[in-house]
């Protein structure tokens, strides 16, 4: 079975900003498309911060809103996490996942639940 696949992880300075990619297997082109985050160890924090649907509506959570933007691009298969104004407490594994979107009745949502596939996750690390 194809894999979700992050890359772009990295550190930086508050402040900074850093790009977070994600290849989507083309079977996911349809489905939502979400970036989440947690700290190490902790699966079950796991914390929604922007989802995307087929047709390019988003949605972010409030913690992010304004200073992070999630893109898709289906033709190559890319999904993208542009995150600027970096804190430390934005400090986190960073997951990006795919879920139907007959989950929530052709919505897509900001909520762990209804996503079914996870990448591995990438590390961002934010200095201070």
């Known amino acids: 079975q194809a894999k979700l696949l992050e890359s772009g992880g990295g550190s930086v300075q508050a402040g900074g900003s850093l790009r977070l990619a994600c290849s989507v297997p083309?079977?996911?082109?349809?489905?939502?498309l979400g970036w989440f985050r947690q700290r190490p160890g902790r699966p079950k924090e796991r914390v929604g911060l922007?989802?995307?649907?087929?047709?390019?509506?988003?949605a972010y959570g409030r913690s992010v809103k304004g200073r992070f933007t999630i893109s898709r691009d289906n033709d190559k298969n890319a999904l993208f996490l542009d995150m600027t104004g970096l804190k430390p407490e934005d400090e986190n594994i960073y997951f990006c996942?795919?879920?139907?979107?007959?989950?929530?009745?052709?919505?897509?949502?900001?909520?762990?639940?209804?996503?079914?596939?996870w990448g591995q996750g990438t590390q961002v690390t934010v200095s201070s």
């Open positions: 996942a795919a879920g139907d979107p007959r989950f929530w009745e052709g919505a897509c949502l900001i909520d762990p639940t209804g996503f079914a596939y």
């Open positions: 083309t079977r996911y082109s349809t489905y939502c």
């Open positions: 922007a989802v995307i649907d087929a047709d390019g509506g988003t």
